[in-house]
């Protein structure tokens, strides 16, 4: 009973790092994520954890902070960031979709104070490095842009974030919430049906694809009514158990951030007070 009571009082490692992912995912908290002592030191150190779904939920939150550019200096000369991307790359036993998000990570710190033509060169060797540690079985990713019609509040990009969680062959995915719009990085044996199949299973959103016409112009193209079939991602129970479900647990992370800072700022000094008693110690 003791042991139940210290549980249930003390969050383990994935629910915190899920929610440090959920409140990377707004952008209004990517510079104070990466200021705060503790949280940038554990997540870092939770990309060495045991758990393959706290090494992804990590570099999802990693993903998320690395999109604020002021952050990425900062970010790239933390102690011990870009070995440990450098490794999850490199370990034979990290999934391949989670080997890619690692990757993207690590070329977007890496060419952070490079001129353009180097960021270019700089990219292009990471990808092929990458794809060498990916190994011939495992083909590129590739970037899909999603229009979502009923994308417009946070709990409509939780159901959606669900749903996509959802999918074997996601590697991960940003929220345009202005433009409505999800850019989702897959595999390229996944389809781009697929994708729209989850998110038209919240029955409250439906997705068309954006893709550039050959004069430059955006064009939105529907996709077949005629649902595909989704291979179910079967790390999701440990991803997202049901007590921590996004439609009920997000809100009080991320919906809240906006026009309450205060409490995202106490959030994240609780998660860095755990950080640091499971670490530092």
């Given amino acids: ?15 915190v790092v899920n929610q440090l992912r959920d409140l990377a995912a707004d952008p209004l908290n990517r510079r104070a994520i990466v200021q705060d002592q503790g949280c940038l030191p554990g997540l870092i150190l939770f990309l060495d954890h045991p758990n393959p779904p706290v090494v992804h939920s990590a570099l999802l939150a990693l993903r ?27 370990k034979t036993t990290t999934p391949g979709e989670t080997k890619l998000l690692a990757s993207e990570v690590y070329d977007i710190l890496q060419s952070s104070n490079l001129s353009d033509m180097d960021n270019v060169n700089e990219m292009n060797y990471r990808r092929r490095k990458a794809q060498f540690f990916l190994g011939s079985t495992n083909k ?17 990009r939780n159901l959606c974030e669900e749903a996509l969680l959802k999918i074997k062959g996601v590697i991960s995915f940003t929220f345009q ?27 409250v959103m439906k997705a068309q694809q954006v893709v550039k016409s050959e004069s430059g112009e955006e064009m939105l193209v529907p996709f077949q009514d005629t649902p595909v079939e ?25 919906s809240r951030v906006g026009s309450h800072p205060e409490g995202a700022a106490s959030w994240l000094s609780t998660a860095a007070n755990f950080l640091s008693r499971s670490f530092y110690w």
């Fill in 1 to 15: 009973e003791k042991m139940n009571s210290a549980m249930s009082e003390e969050p383990d490692a994935l629910s």
């Fill in 64 to 90: 998320y902070l690395a999109e604020c550019r002021v952050n990425r200096e900062k970010m790239k000369s933390e102690l011990g960031m870009m070995l440990s991307l450098q490794n999850v790359i490199q």
């Fill in 177 to 203: 919430m202005a433009v409505q719009r999800c850019v989702v990085r897959i595999r390229s044996d996944l389809k781009a049906e697929a994708l729209a199949t989850a998110i038209a299973s919240t029955k």
């Fill in 230 to 254: 989704v291979e179910q991602n079967t790390d999701l129970p440990e991803y997202l158990p049901e007590d921590e479900s996004p439609t009920k647990e997000q809100d009080k992370a991320v």
């Fill in 140 to 156: 590129r990713a590739k970037t899909v842009v999603l229009h979502i019609d009923g994308l417009d509040d946070s709990s409509r």
